[in-house]
């Protein structure tokens, strides 16, 4: 039966890999974010992978080789528990590509408000207020730059680091 399952692809190929199971006739899916980012000193924003280096796939291992999968350009392994790959429930991928839509059609690329933005010191708990984690609630662990930090969540049973603005994020009260 068809399910969704979760690839770590080679660093910065998740489209490649993604082109190549198209190809093969694998139904694919890529979340996507937008990130600010700045060329020559001009604000812009960029179209980039949600979940870096992470595809989603939606086949059937007993009618598609699963070492097929493996020895496609880009792939590096399956996501799962120990030695065995582990389904995805649809209703997780429905909420990421609901968030995903509700932000490209909702998002105003124009700028944002000039607020000033609350420091978080490593350790301090905080909350997405925009974007595909909103709602969700981390760990701050560090910063990235002037404008972005690194945070910690849990999902799918593991603590992932994300990079993020840190206009997405308010600090959790007490």
């Known amino acids: ?3 969704w399952y979760l690839l770590y692809c080679k660093s910065r ?3 490649r890999a993604q082109d190549n199971l198209k190809l093969q006739q694998i139904e694919t899916y890529l979340p996507m974010h937008l990130e600010k980012v700045s060329k020559a000193g001009k604000p812009s924003v960029k179209r980039a992978p949600l ?3 992470y595809l989603f796939i939606y086949f059937d291992p007993k009618e598609t080789s699963v070492s097929r999968i493996h020895s496609t350009r880009g792939v590096s392994r399956f996501v799962g528990c120990k030695e065995e790959m582990t389904a995805i429930d649809d209703s997780i991928i429905h909420a990421i590509r ?3 839509h509700k932000l490209f059609n909702e998002l105003d690329v124009s700028g944002g408000g000039s607020e000033s933005q609350p420091e978080f010191k490593p350790g ?3 909350k997405f207020v925009d974007g595909p984690f909103v709602d969700l609630e981390g760990i701050f662990a560090e910063k990235s730059g002037e404008k972005r930090c690194h945070i910690l969540f849990e999902i799918m049973g593991q603590q992932k680091r994300v990079n993020v603005a840190k206009e997405s994020l308010k600090p959790v009260g007490n």
């Open 1 to 3: 039966m068809k399910s």
């Open 13 to 15: 190929n998740e489209a």
């Open 51 to 53: 979940f870096p280096n």
């Open 98 to 100: 609901m968030k995903e």
């Open 124 to 126: 301090d708990r905080v």
